[in-house]
T-cell receptor, first 114, second 117 residues
Framework: EAQVTQNPRYLITVTGKKLTVTCSQN?????MSWYRQDPGLGLRQIYY???????DKGDVPEGYKVSRKEKRNFPLILESPSPNQTSLYFC?????????????FGSGTQLSVL | DQQVKQNSPSLSVQEGRISILNCDYT??????FLWYKKYPAEGPTFLIS?????DKNEDGRFTVFLNKSAKHLSLHIVPSQPGDSAVYFC????????????????FGQGTILTVHP
């Protein structure tokens, strides 16, 4: 089954404790991205990757890191989480071609930073 | 700066009637528009899209209309069903900006649609 898998689904942590949210896709997509969803703000892009070893900042990259060492995986790293990073996070992927920007999303990771 | 805006946080409709969800954008470089649907505890899923060379695209009960001069698009659901109750996100892309497809979508805030039986 074609899917984007995120782990964990729920995470509660404390300020400053490094964490990683994993994302994996099995559709051989070149493009992967992370979004956060906040009330009244919709989905905002954090980082994206056009292909292996190619990553770039989205609209709200502060406090986050990513890596793309393999095509299928795109982990999101919070080196020193803060309470304002409490949010619902989505990983997404798609083919890179310009004819269809249809993104496939994971089920989300609800992060609470205390 | 919110480049894609959905000004109605929520919409309530009776089953069988039409649901109309609206979306406005400010960036004139946007040339491809999509609607996503999101159920609780799930990720958004693609619903329907439209290119800027068209003004209407239809898929079953769902129709998207694009008014480029007004920088406005709308999603019509006819007839509405209780299973349509979800959050609907409008998204836009500037695919050919600079001759490169960035694959980046800019999303609106979302509209919660409730369809009552």
């Amino acid at each position: 089954e074609a899917q984007v898998t995120q782990n964990p689904r729920y995470l509660i942590t404390v300020t400053g404790k490094k964490l990683t949210v994993t994302c994996s896709q099995n559709m051989n997509h070149e493009y992967m991205s992370w979004y956060r969803q906040d009330p009244g703000l919709g989905l905002r892009q954090i980082y994206y990757s056009m292909n292996v070893e190619v990553t770039d900042k989205g609209d709200v990259p502060e406090g986050y890191k990513v890596s793309r060492k393999e095509k299928r995986n795109f982990p999101l790293i919070l080196e020193s989480p803060s309470p304002n990073q409490t949010s619902l996070y989505f990983c997404a992927s798609s083919f890179r071609t310009g004819t269809n920007e249809k993104l496939f999303f994971g089920s989300g990771t609800q992060l609470s930073v205390l | 700066d919110q480049q894609v805006k959905q000004n109605s946080p929520s919409l309530s409709v009776q089953e069988g009637r039409i649901s109309i969800l609206n979306c406005d954008y400010t960036n004139s470089m946007f040339d491809y528009f999509l609607w996503y649907k999101k159920y609780p505890a799930e990720g958004p899923t693609f619903l329907i899209s439209i290119s800027s060379i068209k003004d209407k695209n239809e898929d079953g009960r769902f129709t998207v209309f694009l008014n480029k001069s007004a920088k406005h698009l709308s999603l019509h659901i006819v007839p509405s069903q209780p299973g349509d109750s979800a959050v609907y996100f409008c998204a836009a892309s500037a695919r050919w900006a600079g001759g490169t497809s960035y694959g980046k979508l800019t999303f609106g805030q979302g509209t919660i649609l409730t369809v009552h039986p």
